[in-house]
Structure formats: C-alpha cells, structure tokens
C-alpha cells in the first residue's frame, strides 16, 4: 500500500527519542519533509543523525518545549517553512510524574495539565489554519493505553490522558468539515527508556530484580513481549497518512493485546 505521504509537512513534537523518534524516522522512510522538535538540542541532533542515517532523508529540527507558548508558535512556523505548509501534526510529550492522589499538589496537577493537556489544545490550536489547508490534513495525539484502562498509581497521566482522547473526539467532530482526521493512539508497554526507567523505579520500590518486573508486565500481555517503537510508529504514520481517508475520532491501542475491555 502507498501511503501518500511523500513531500507532506509533518510535525513530530518530543521525538529526540522513544515513541516520537521513532515515528518521525518511519514518516521520513516515507519521503515525508519532517520537522522534530524538543527540549534539548544536543539530543535532538543526534535524533536528526539517527533518521538521516536511517532513511537518507534531512530531517529540520526546532527546539520545543510544549509548555511554553512561544516554542509552540516557532516549532509550527518553522515546520511550515520547511515544508512548505503544513499537513501532518503529531502531538506528543514527556509523560507526567506518577504518584497517588493524596501525595500531589496543585502544582503538579497544573504542570500535568500544561504538558500533556494544554500542549495538545495549543499546537492544535496554532496548526489547525495550515492543516485546513492541506488536502490531508491529519492530527494523531500520543496518550497511553490508560484511556482506556486506568493505571494504579498514575493518576495524573490516567486524567489528562482521558482529556486529550475527549479533545481528540471532539476535533474530529468539529474539523470533519475541512477534511482534517483527528485520532488518539495509545501505548501499552512498548520498549522505550521511558519504560526502562519506570521499569527499574519499580524493581527498586518493590525490591526486585528489574527483569522481574518486566516479567509480571509481560504476563499480562498475550503477545508475550513488550512491544517495539516501530510497531507503535507504524499505527500512527498509518493514521496520520493520506491512505487513512475514513477513519476519524477513533483511539486506537498498541498494546498486545494488554487491555481487556471491549
Ligand atoms: P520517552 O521518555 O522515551 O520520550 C519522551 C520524549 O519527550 C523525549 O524526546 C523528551 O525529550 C521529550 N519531552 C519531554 N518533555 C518535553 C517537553 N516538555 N517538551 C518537549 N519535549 C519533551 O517516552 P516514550 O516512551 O517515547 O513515551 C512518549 C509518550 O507516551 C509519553 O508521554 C509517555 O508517558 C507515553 N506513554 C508511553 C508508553 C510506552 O510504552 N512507551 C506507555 C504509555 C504512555
């Protein structure tokens, strides 16, 4: 299947690694002109390396952090500019600090909502006149399996995430109209350093060995393994490519099979 996306504008936001990395390498496989951006420059270099050497394509880079507004509007001009327009955004970000309810302030709940709520509104917000333009315009938000099945001891990613999918719904809705499709795609447990360090967080919490851990994950995963970072990029390159000309407002799991609900 050709997927279209060769010399579309993509925007992948935190991709100097994991999911976001991975995602923009395969829209570069894919002759896409792709723009990654993140906190640090040093790593976001390395990123560019990484996908040039990969696929043989150039990749623009743009120091983001989505917290702040004013990084917002530079990544997406710049994105603009580099490919001549805009067709493709991919919102993703750092994920919020776990921990119970009773142990967060408001401090940490605002900052939760700024990364991973807000940060969504806000670069929609400044993408969506160059995507209404587009003959394809595409919007795929990054949440988390919690959307559909909450995590224990993750209240913050388990609230803001459920945001972004009823924001997710909702675009979809409101910008059906100017032929621009909005999806949510959800990991599971997917082999990036995220999970390593959580992964090794919780091996020290509980007093056992990391590949231990992994283990009690991995049992409840009927694939029987974590997955890999392209197999998460594949669903959302899909989703966020011309092919997809029909499916809209949908959150979709890549996850094993993890979550059991229907
Ligand atoms: P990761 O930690 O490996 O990578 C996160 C990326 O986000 C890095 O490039 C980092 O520099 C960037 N980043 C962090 N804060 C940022 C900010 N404020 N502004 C711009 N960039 C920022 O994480 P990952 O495993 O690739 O996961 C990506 C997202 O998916 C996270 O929100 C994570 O919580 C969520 N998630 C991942 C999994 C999984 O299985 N990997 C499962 C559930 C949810």
Request: charged content about 20%; proline content about 3%; aromatic content about 6%.
């Amino acid at each position: 299947m050709n997927l279209g996306l060769e010399q579309k504008s993509v925007l992948v936001t935190a991709a100097s690694r994991g999911l976001g990395l991975a995602s923009a390498q395969l829209f570069a496989a894919e002759g896409a002109k792709v723009t990654i951006a993140s906190r640090n420059e040093e790593s976001l270099q390395r990123a560019a390396q990484q996908i040039q050497t990969a696929t043989g394509q150039s990749v623009n880079v743009v120091k983001l952090d989505v917290n702040r507004p004013e990084d917002i509007a530079r990544a997406i001009e710049s994105a603009e500019e580099f490919g001549d327009g805009l067709d493709v955004l991919v919102c993703n970000a750092g994920g919020p600090p776990g921990g119970s309810f009773i142990q967060l302030d408001d401090s940490k709940w605002y900052q939760a909502f700024e990364q991973n709520l807000l940060s969504v509104v806000r670069l929609t917000r400044g993408a969506i006149p160059y995507l209404r333009r587009s003959s394809a315009g595409r919007i795929v938000n990054i949440t988390s399996s919690s959307i559909k099945q909450p995590i224990s001891g993750l209240v913050l990613s388990n609230t803001m995430r459920a945001g972004v999918w009823g924001l997710t719904k909702t675009l979809s809705d409101e910008f059906g109209a100017y032929g621009v499709l909005v999806n949510t795609v959800g990991p599971g447990r997917i082999a990036t350093d995220r999970i390593a360090e959580i992964d090794e967080v919780t091996a020290q919490r509980e007093g056992i060995d990391v590949a231990q851990v992994t283990e009690k994950f991995i049992a409840q995963i009927p694939l029987g393994r974590y997955g890999q970072p392209e197999e998460f990029a594949r669903a959302v390159v899909f989703l966020a490519s011309p092919a997809n000309t029909y499916i809209t407002g949908q959150a979709l799991l890549v996850d094993g099979g993890m979550v059991k609900n229907l």
